[in-house]
């Protein structure tokens, strides 16, 4: 089973502040639990979300030299 985390461990997990973890469980870009009235976050949901959110770097090929006009 998956630990679930609290809003202030997930805003330390990604390194970011309180208010941006409460804002990805309102606008539900992250999976949440409600145990009662407290929100917990798997964190198996949190790192699905940096996943996917994860940007890859561009592979630039080189393009040869460039020969003066």
Do not use: C, W
Request: proline letters at 4%.
């Amino acid at each position: 089973m998956d630990r679930l985390l609290n809003v202030q461990e997930v805003a330390e997990h990604l390194g970011t502040g309180v208010r941006f973890a409460r804002r990805l469980i309102e606008e539900r870009r992250i999976a949440f639990v409600k145990v009662g009235r407290h929100v917990r976050i798997p964190e198996s949901a949190v790192q699905a979300y940096v996943t996917a959110n994860t940007v890859q770097p561009i592979v630039l090929r080189p393009t040869g030299l460039r020969r003066a006009a």
